[in-house]
C-alpha cells in the first residue's frame, strides 16, 4: 500500500526517483497514465492491468464509458525502475500534468500519483471540506 507524500525533482531527461518505500512494490514493470486532477497515475503493472479489466467489463456502447476507457490507456506507458530507483516519465505525460522541476509524489493506496510541487500545494490546501465530503459521500453509501 503507498501512503503519505514526498516532494522530489525530475532531472533534465524527465526521470524521476521514487520514495524508497515505495520502491519494495514497485518491481518489475510500472504503467504511468494519465490521471485525474491533471497529475500522473504509477501502478505496477498487475495492478494496472486489474484496473483496465474493470473498465473493459463494463458497456462498451456507452460512449463516456468508451472515452474514459481511453483517457485512462492511450497514453499509458509501461516502464521500469533503474538500477538508481527512478522512472522516466515521457514528454507528453509531463506536459498533461505540467510537470517541470520539483514534484510531489503522493501514495494513494494502490497507486502512485506523481504532481507538480505547486499544483500538489494548492489542491492540498484548498477543496472541499474533508468533513463535509466525508459525511456526503458517507450518506451516499460510498464511505
Keep these: 500500500m503507498f501512503l503519505g507524500d514526498h516532494r522530489h525533482t525530475l532531472d533534465a ?22 490521471g485525474l486532477d491533471k497529475c500522473l497515475y504509477v501502478y ?56 517541470s522541476k520539483d514534484v510531489a509524489i503522493a501514495g494513494n493506496g494502490n497507486r502512485i500519483e506523481i504532481w507538480d510541487s505547486a499544483m500538489w500545494d494548492e489542491y492540498s490546501e484548498a477543496g472541499e471540506n474533508i468533513e463535509d465530503l466525508a459525511k456526503e459521500l458517507s450518506e451516499a453509501g460510498m464511505l
Design 13 to 34: 531527461k524527465g526521470r524521476v526517483s521514487l520514495p524508497s518505500r515505495f520502491r519494495s512494490e514497485m518491481t518489475g514493470k510500472l504503467v504511468v497514465a494519465k
Design 44 to 99: 505496477p503493472a498487475g495492478e494496472y492491468g486489474r484496473f483496465v479489466e474493470e473498465l473493459v467489463a463494463k458497456e462498451d456502447f456507452e460512449p463516456r464509458l468508451r472515452k474514459i476507457r481511453r483517457f485512462f490507456t492511450a497514453g499509458a506507458v509501461e516502464v521500469e525502475l533503474d538500477s538508481a530507483g527512478r522512472i522516466g516519465l515521457p514528454g507528453n505525460l509531463r506536459a498533461y500534468a505540467g510537470l
